[in-house]
């Protein structure tokens, strides 16, 4: 095989997969076993801001232990909302993957905990698209290092990364000027509406990235 001289390195959630959907869908759930949605925010901001910790349904439902009057049920509609991660991909996903995959080299980095978010990214059935698929535990700042990582392991090849957290593309592109970082801008997004200062492109969708990538790299 052919080694590929350019790399596109991805982002995750808000990326790849709409996450506030599936968020709302999250909630919702928890909300029709009598969870009130004041309850739901002030645990899950307690397990996000107090704790530090990527989101993790396991500990939610410790938190909760007690309030739900059926916690296995309750459990078993938040496994089915991961099992069906796919309905969450955006439209668009599996077209530009089909377009670049023969001439990029495909990373993916996503940030969460791995109990579950491995099984978010496993059952979206895009992992054969990527030749590396990082998932980080941590705080959001944790995902701009492997991003770095991944840039200083590939200095022979050109590369773009795509990604929707400002600080991550002012980070990486202070540090690597020479790669193409281009913001993406889903609507509806956690950072749609934050800019970033150094990116090369705003997209709102990967059609656009598509030709970005074959006549810049």
């Given at each position: 095989?052919?080694?590929?001289?350019?790399?596109?390195i991805l982002?995750f959630?808000?990326?790849?997969?709409n996450t506030?959907?599936?968020?709302r869908?999250l909630?919702?759930a928890?909300?029709?076993?009598g969870?009130?949605?004041?309850r739901?925010?002030q645990?899950?901001?307690?397990?996000?801001?107090?704790?530090?910790?990527?989101y993790?349904?396991?500990?939610?439902?410790?938190?909760?232990?007690?309030e739900?009057?059926?916690?296995?049920?309750?459990?078993g509609?938040?496994?089915?909302?991961v099992?069906k991660?796919k309905d969450y991909l955006?439209?668009?996903?599996?077209?530009?993957?089909e377009?670049?995959?023969?001439e990029?080299d495909l990373?993916?980095?996503?940030?969460?905990?791995?109990?579950?978010q491995?099984?978010k990214?496993d059952n979206?059935?895009?992992?054969g698209?990527f030749s590396?698929i990082l998932l980080?535990e941590g705080?959001?700042?944790?995902?701009?290092?492997?991003f770095?990582d991944?840039i200083?392991?590939?200095?022979?090849?050109?590369?773009?990364?795509?990604e929707?957290?400002?600080?991550?593309?002012?980070?990486?592109k202070?540090?690597?000027?020479s790669i193409?970082?281009?913001?993406?801008?889903?609507?509806g997004?956690?950072?749609?509406?934050?800019?970033?200062?150094?990116?090369?492109f705003?997209?709102?969708s990967l059609?656009?990235a598509s030709?970005?990538i074959?006549?810049i790299?």
């Amino acid at each position: 095989m052919t080694k590929k001289d350019k790399l596109v390195i991805l982002d995750f959630d808000h990326t790849l997969f709409n996450t506030e959907v599936f968020k709302r869908h999250l909630k919702n759930a928890y909300l029709s076993y009598g969870i009130s949605s004041e309850r739901y925010d002030q645990t899950y901001n307690y397990i996000r801001k107090k704790l530090k910790r990527p989101y993790d349904p396991a500990l939610h439902l410790r938190l909760l232990d007690g309030e739900i009057v059926d916690l296995k049920s309750l459990m078993g509609e938040v496994n089915y909302l991961v099992d069906k991660s796919k309905d969450y991909l955006y439209d668009d996903v599996v077209t530009f993957l089909e377009d670049v995959k023969d001439e990029c080299d495909l990373n993916l980095v996503s940030l969460g905990k791995k109990r579950f978010q491995k099984p978010k990214v496993d059952n979206c059935r895009m992992n054969g698209y990527f030749s590396r698929i990082l998932l980080t535990e941590g705080q959001g700042g944790l995902k701009k290092e492997v991003f770095k990582d991944i840039i200083c392991e590939n200095r022979d090849k050109k590369i773009a990364i795509i990604e929707d957290m400002p600080e991550n593309i002012d980070y990486l592109k202070r540090g690597f000027p020479s790669i193409t970082a281009i913001k993406i801008e889903r609507v509806g997004a956690k950072y749609a509406e934050e800019k970033a200062e150094l990116n090369n492109f705003t997209i709102k969708s990967l059609y656009q990235a598509s030709n970005i990538i074959k006549c810049i790299l």
